[in-house]
């Protein structure tokens, strides 16, 4: 049932395009002119019957709108009033009069002319529905008035007593706030009891919102109240601090740390962390203890390199032609890091491998690690923990300790600012422990590839990733090492060099370095390599060439002198004249004897600065079948000596001794050097050998030396340091070395240079032993 009679008027119209504002019918209004356009559209309309149609553009900020960037239903109104303002602007007062649709747009130019149709409805009849709607529309506007505080009581009495439906939903419409888009909504719904409905729906979705903001309002007042309080109180404490003579900057402290802290790539829970830390800061005083405590803990996250790291230089032959520039041999290192550069090109996310360099001092453990770095093109640190013993030295302080800072692997991070730098840590067979806690534990963390990517330092508190880090360990013995530590790490051993190795090293390395380093050039010092040679043999005795390189410079100090003090260009330095810089030589290693003697036999030993030849002596005496034992020998030494009797008794018959030695024969066996320790397994043929020489009356053979275990049936056990043994022996002149079965394994590591000068026995028993040491009755020294 039609509810309204509908008349429609065609009228021709100057158009004003409204930026941000909607006009209702009945609604009276002013705004601005200042668009030229607009302003010849208000003169034509005042020409005519001060009429002019006014509608919303779409976009506000459109300055030159054409048809499209405007609604096409607008309000038909009447101009009232229009005065000029300065700047050529007009402010027009206006009355909306009726609806209007836009049918055709006549002209653009020099004012928008446009064709419209007005639509005027009455209701033809008393209709209960329509009432009905308009006392429901009623009473939600009343509602809406009490939320908003916009609308007075008056209004709501004033649009309670039109009767008109269209009007009434016009003036509602105008008195609340709408979007432009619900605006346009009620302006476009022609039918009165279609804009009703319309108005209702708008009117209910705004007192949820407005509901809302009540609630949200009334939140904010009470945060507002305690930030104004807080605020207050704040400046208060500035107004203090400032009378005081205290630094005010705090909140620009804070919003420069948060700053840092966000422009880092951090994990968030780092990041959390952080920034509750940064907000602790405006709570406290400044002359609170805390805030110092608070400021270097936020320093150190800031300085950390969570997202900092090198590329790592993946190219194979540079890395080679790098670690050999810096090294001379040490094949198994430069194979281990040149394997894991390969590792490093096909798989990207690589853990770091953990390395551990075991060898005597000197080797070159240290300087290896730092052309390990250059070689990956990393950064390199090193912490030396040589008598380290207190656990926060690895894990840090927790801050509840006054002076409390990050641990040593903390602060090595920051210092290398770089997430993946190479590692070292040197000496770590030297670690120790006592009530401040264990660090070779606090070290497994750090050292396990399947924990490190966590390790969380006690001062900051939060999980740092080591993953990334390339660990060298370096250490002169596994045996001080703690077990757990020691199987999280690679063991590669430097054994020391051959004496051919150290003279190539001196002239590589150790001759020019030192020139350079004393002032002078290659022309002004030139030393012979057989007064190298000397240097190396009676200068000094060690696997390494520390020593070496002392002994160098001190020729390289004599030499300067002379220069300067003689007015020389050039000293030229030989064997014949080496006794001039550097004295008496210090050493003389032990030369095998030129007869074969009785009771007297080579053995062969490893210590910290490499191998050694012993000479073991045994004398039986008289007496009641004593053992006495000399040389300082340490337990195991002493052990393997009783063990090589026992051995010897059981077998007495066949080895051909007195079968009662053990009841009237006193044995002493001495080592010689009697003021250096010797202790190992090493020496347990020896001594079984020259006990038996000794008791059999037949001399050992003195171009023969030997190492191994023995045990009470005769069986020879394998032993350690091989290669430095076999370099001793033939240091000491020995043409034939006897070595364990079990050690023919260790003969890849001995230079062919060596093996070609000596011959090789691997024996299983004594027997074994006996057959080649011992020279029986008509027997005599083999001869070249």
């Not at 529905?129 to 308009?134: D, G, S």
């Not at 346009?184 to 949820?208: D, G």
């Not at 150290?502 to 050039?521: D, F, R, S």
Request: aromatic residues 6%.
């Amino acid at each position: 049932m039609e509810r309204f009679e509908v008349k429609k008027e065609k009228r021709t119209i100057p158009l004003i395009p409204l930026r941000g504002l909607s006009i209702f019918p009945y609604m009276v209004m002013h705004f601005d002119v200042g668009r030229d356009k607009s302003i010849n559209a208000l003169e034509q309309a005042m020409v005519n019957d001060s009429l002019i149609f006014l509608t919303s553009q779409k976009e506000a900020k459109v300055d030159m709108p054409t048809p499209d960037d405007f609604y096409h239903v607008g309000t038909v109104c009447k101009i009232k009033q229009m005065l000029k303002l300065p700047g050529d602007t007009i402010r027009v007062l206006v009355e909306g009069i009726n609806r209007g649709k836009i049918t055709e747009v006549l002209k653009e130019e020099p004012y928008f002319e446009v064709e419209i149709e007005e639509y005027i409805y009455e209701l033809k009849e008393e209709d209960k529905e329509t009432e009905a709607m308009m006392r429901m529309v009623l009473d939600t506007f009343k509602e809406y008035a009490s939320i908003s505080d916009k609308i007075t009581p008056d209004v709501v009495v004033s649009v309670s007593e039109i009767q008109e439906p269209g009007r009434f939903a016009d003036v509602i419409a105008s008195y609340i706030f709408l979007k432009p888009d619900d605006k346009q909504k009620v302006l476009e719904a022609f039918n009165p009891y279609e804009r009703l409905e319309t108005l209702q729906v708008i009117l209910k979705e705004e007192i949820e919102v407005l509901q809302l903001e009540q609630k949200i309002s009334q939140r904010v007042k009470k945060q507002i109240n305690k930030v104004q309080k807080e605020y207050y109180l704040k400046e208060q404490l500035k107004a203090i601090q400032k009378e005081l003579g205290q630094d005010e900057g705090i909140e620009s402290e804070v919003e420069e740390y948060k700053e840092k802290i966000n422009a880092i790539d951090m994990p968030e829970e780092v990041k959390e962390k952080a920034l509750k830390e940064v907000d602790r800061l405006l709570k406290l005083s400044p002359a609170s203890a805390e805030t110092g405590v608070i400021r270097n803990y936020v320093e150190w996250i800031i300085e950390l390199p969570w997202d900092k790291q090198t590329k790592d230089r993946v190219d194979i032959k540079k890395s080679r032609k790098i670690l050999d520039e810096d090294h001379y041999g040490l094949k198994d290192v430069k194979e281990r890091i040149l394997e894991y550069l390969a590792i490093r090109k096909l798989a990207k996310n690589m853990k770091g491998p953990i390395l551990c360099l075991v060898g005597p001092p000197g080797v070159g453990k240290t300087s290896i690690a730092k052309s390990i770095a250059r070689a990956l093109n990393r950064k390199f640190v090193r912490m030396s923990l040589g008598g380290v013993r207190d656990e926060a030295e690895i894990r840090g302080h927790r801050r509840t300790y006054v002076g409390a800072i990050p641990g040593r692997i903390i602060s090595s991070m920051k210092k290398a600012s770089s997430k993946n730098p190479v590692f070292l840590f040197d000496e770590i067979d030297k670690l120790s422990s006592d009530f401040r806690g264990d660090p070779a534990s606090a070290l497994l963390e750090v050292l396990d590839p399947e924990q490190n990517n966590t390790f969380t330092d006690h001062f900051l508190e939060v999980p740092f990733d080591l993953s990334k880090v390339m660990f060298i360990t370096t250490a002169n013995t596994t045996a001080t090492i703690p077990r757990p530590l020691l199987d999280r790490m690679e063991v590669i051993r430097l054994s020391g060099y051959t004496e051919d190795e150290k003279v190539q090293i001196a002239k590589k390395y150790l001759l020019p370095k030192q020139i350079k380093e004393h002032g002078l050039k290659k022309k002004n010092l030139q030393i012979s390599e057989n007064a190298i040679r000397d240097v190396i043999s009676k200068y000094t005795r060690e696997a390494g060439v520390r020593n070496l390189e002392r002994n160098i410079a001190n020729i390289c100090r004599k030499a300067a002198k002379r220069i300067v003090e003689e007015n020389k260009k050039s000293v030229r330095i030989n064997s014949s004249n080496l006794n001039k810089y550097l004295g008496i030589p210090k050493y003389r290693y032990d030369k095998a004897n030129e007869e074969d003697q009785i009771g007297i036999a080579t053995g062969l030993a490893w210590t910290a600065v490499g191998g050694d030849t012993l000479s073991i002596e045994v004398t039986p005496m008289s007496g009641t079948g004593k053992l006495q034992l000399t040389g300082q020998l340490g337990d195991v030494m002493k052990e393997s000596a009783m063990t090589g009797i026992s051995y010897i008794r059981s077998k007495a018959e066949d080895l051909g001794i007195d079968g009662k030695f053990h009841k009237e024969k006193d044995v002493h066996v001495h080592v010689p050097e009697g003021a250096i320790p010797k202790d190992g397994p090493s020496a347990g043929i020896t001594i079984a050998t020259a006990v038996i020489s000794a008791l059999s009356n037949k001399p050992v053979r003195s171009d023969v030396a030997m190492t191994g275990e023995i045990t009470l049936r005769g069986r020879v056990l394998p032993v350690g340091g091989i290669k430095e043994k076999v370099l001793a022996a033939k240091r000491a002149g020995i043409k034939k070395v006897l070595l364990p079965w079990e050690n023919k394994k260790d003969m890849e590591n001995i230079p062919d240079k060596v093996k070609k000068k000596l011959e090789f026995v691997f024996v299983k028993s004594m027997d074994e032993v006996l057959k080649h040491a011992i020279v029986e009755k008509g027997e005599g020294k083999d001869e070249d």
